[in-house]
Nanobody
Framework: QVQLVESGGGLVQSGDSLRLSCVASGRAFTMMGWFRQAPGKEREFIATITYSGDNMDYSDSLKDRFTITRDNAKNTVYLQMNSLKPEDTAVYYC?????????????????????WGQGTQVTVSS
């Protein structure tokens, strides 16, 4: 049974950093990604990373502050978030894709992901 479990969310102040974790169980995945969804908005792509961990793709608006990494020995993918802003407040979701679609840029759409975690809330106060 495939399961993705996020952790690391919480309440922080503007300018703080936070690291989210997502532990995957059940199988290995070609690509792992992070998305977020703020109240009243659509789920937004943040970043994705290949199984080898050497090729990533980022949202253009977030690439300067967010970093995705993975540790296959721990079946875990991370999202390091720096210089957090109130507009970063959202539920953050981990996602896994089992299909090979070529370069990481092709994994920006949520429809290509097969599995999702339950989400972890990140709230940034001003």
């Amino acid at each position: 049974q495939v399961q993705l479990v996020e952790s690391g969310g919480g309440l922080v102040q503007s300018g703080d950093s936070l690291r989210l974790s997502c532990v995957a169980s059940g199988r290995a995945f070609t690509m792992m990604g992070w998305f977020r969804q703020a109240p009243g908005k659509e789920r937004e792509f943040i970043a994705t990373i290949t199984y080898s961990g050497d090729n990533m793709d980022y949202s253009d608006s977030l690439k300067d502050r967010f970093t995705i990494t993975r540790d296959n020995a721990k079946n875990t993918v991370y999202l390091q978030m720096n210089s957090l802003k109130p507009e970063d407040t959202a539920v953050y979701y981990c996602a896994a894709a089992g299909s090979y679609l070529g370069r990481p840029h092709n994994y920006r759409r949520r429809e290509v992901y097969d599995y999702w975690g339950q989400g972890t809330q990140v709230t940034v106060s001003s």
